[in-house]
Each structure stands twice: as C-alpha cells, then as structure tokens.
C-alpha cells in the first residue's frame, strides 16, 4: 500500500523568502502525486498534480515540485512567500492502478512579515 | 469542471440525533465517492469508499452501523452520522473520482476531487 511522509508539522518562512515543503513517499506502482493546500476551516484547494508527464511540475500561486524517483520525494517549493501562503499543506499519494489517495500529516506554513 | 458540493457546510445537533450530510458531483459522473474526517489540527482519515449502486467498503475502525453511506446514483452520495456523540464532531470531506469512465484530456483516473466540507459539532 501506499504511503506518503511529510518531514516538517510546521514550517516558518519570512515573507518574501523561499519555502521548501517535505514529502516523501512509498508506493508499490507507478506513482501519481499532489499537493493540497487547506486554509483554516475551508476544504482543500489542489495546488499541483503529478501523473505522469514532466518531472518538474508548475502549480497554482507560484508553487512547483519535482518528482525524483530515485530518492522517493516530491518536494514543494516557492522562490518567494507570501503572506497569503500561511496555511496546511498536504502531500498526497495514489497508485496509478486504483484510486485510493493516502494524505500526509500535513505541514503548517507560518509566513512572518 | 468537476465541482463537488456538499451539503450542508455546517450543522449543530444534540448529542442522540441523527445528522446526514449530502455530497454531490455537479458537472459529472462519479462511479466511486470517498468520505473523509479531519480532526482539528490533524491530516484527513479515510472513512469509506462507496460504489454507486452497492454497499460502501470502510476502512478499518469505522463503525459502519454509525457512519450510513449511500450511493444512489452516479452523482450523490450521503453519510449519515447515526445517534451523533460529542466525539463525532469533526470536519466530514467527501470526494469523487471519475474511474471507470471514459477520462477528458488533462484528467486521471486516480485523481479526487473534493468537496469544501461539513462542519458537524455535537453538542
């Protein structure tokens, strides 16, 4: 079964500087894997999705990953936060062969001004 | 496109009642819906994952006599919190997938789209 580790329950950032996101992840099959983002008491927003195609994927708001199989991780990053990003975030896996997502633990971003 | 909703977005009940929450898919078909609890300040926990048209198949720890689920048709499917307890409260999230169904372009079978939550404080 698949499985995904986020390293950090909570990351700080000043505003304006880079963000780095921890996931990695363990799964049988072919991977896909997502990044959702949670502001307080509101559902999920997709924030960027990898299937299948390039490894380097572009998301909403600035946010991108990378997918490097060798090392089992999708980290996500962005060159330069913004106050708007304090939030969860979530790194999710799924196998390509069924439809079952499994959410990691979750990483909250704190941005200071 | 795939917009999921859920119905309602926040509801308050005493502690005995039943409570059921509606998630509905409003622009497609969804063969499999998935339901979810988020504690505060915790990640998502799969509850269930219902088939239109049988029974939904929960994951182990999930009272299945107290979380109903029904999957009637390929674009609703409701949870039902029976005789609801203070511990239930939670954020209840559903979701949908398309598999099985022919896939648009930019679309993958393994990819959920989610409903923006209900809020169910027990009181």
């Given at each position: 079964?698949?499985?995904?580790?986020?390293?950090?329950?909570?990351?700080?950032?000043?505003?304006?500087?880079?963000?780095?996101?921890?996931?990695?992840?363990?799964?049988?099959?072919?991977?896909?894997?997502?990044?959702?983002?949670?502001?307080?008491?509101?559902?999920?927003?997709?924030?960027?999705?990898?299937?299948?195609?390039?490894?380097?994927?572009?998301?909403?708001?600035g946010f991108e990953a990378e997918f490097k199989k060798s090392?089992?991780?999708?980290?996500?990053?962005?060159?330069?936060?913004?106050?708007?990003?304090?939030?969860?975030?979530?790194?999710?896996?799924?196998?390509?062969?069924?439809?079952?997502?499994?959410?990691?633990?979750?990483?909250?971003?704190?941005?200071?001004? | 496109?795939?917009?999921?909703?859920?119905?309602?977005?926040?509801?308050?009940?005493?502690?005995?009642?039943?409570?059921?929450?509606?998630?509905?898919?409003?622009?497609?078909?969804?063969?499999?819906?998935?339901?979810?609890?988020?504690?505060?300040?915790?990640?998502?926990?799969?509850?269930?994952?219902?088939?239109?048209?049988?029974?939904?198949?929960?994951?182990?720890?999930?009272?299945?006599?107290?979380?109903?689920?029904?999957?009637?048709?390929?674009?609703?499917?409701?949870?039902?919190?029976?005789?609801?307890?203070?511990?239930?409260?939670?954020?209840?999230?559903?979701?949908?997938?398309?598999?099985?169904?022919?896939?648009?372009?930019?679309?993958?079978?393994?990819?959920?789209?989610?409903?923006?939550?209900?809020?169910?404080?027990?009181?």
């Amino acid at each position: 079964a698949q499985s995904v580790t986020q390293l950090d329950s909570h990351v700080s950032v000043s505003e304006g500087t880079p963000v780095l996101l921890r996931c990695n992840y363990s799964s049988s099959y072919s991977p896909s894997l997502f990044w959702y983002v949670q502001h307080p008491n509101k559902g999920l927003q997709l924030l960027l999705k990898y299937t299948s195609a390039a490894t380097l994927v572009k998301g909403i708001n600035g946010f991108e990953a990378e997918f490097k199989k060798s090392e089992t991780s999708f980290h996500l990053t962005k060159p330069s936060a913004h106050m708007s990003d304090a939030a969860e975030y979530f790194c999710v896996v799924s196998d390509r062969d069924n439809n079952d997502m499994r959410f990691g633990a979750g990483t909250r971003l704190t941005v200071k001004p | 496109g795939a917009v999921v909703s859920q119905h309602p977005s926040r509801v308050i009940c005493k502690s005995g009642t039943s409570v059921k929450i509606e998630c509905r898919s409003l622009d497609f078909q969804a063969t499999t819906m998935f339901w979810y609890r988020q504690f505060p300040k915790q990640s998502l926990m799969l509850m269930a994952t219902s088939n239109e048209g049988s029974k939904a198949t929960y994951e182990q720890g999930v009272e299945k006599d107290k979380f109903l689920i029904n999957h009637a048709s390929l674009t609703l499917s409701t949870l039902t919190v029976t005789s609801a307890h203070p511990e239930d409260s939670s954020f209840y999230i559903c979701s949908a997938s398309i598999w099985g169904l022919p896939l648009e372009p930019g679309q993958s079978y393994n990819e959920q789209f989610f409903g923006p939550g209900t809020r169910l404080t027990v009181l």
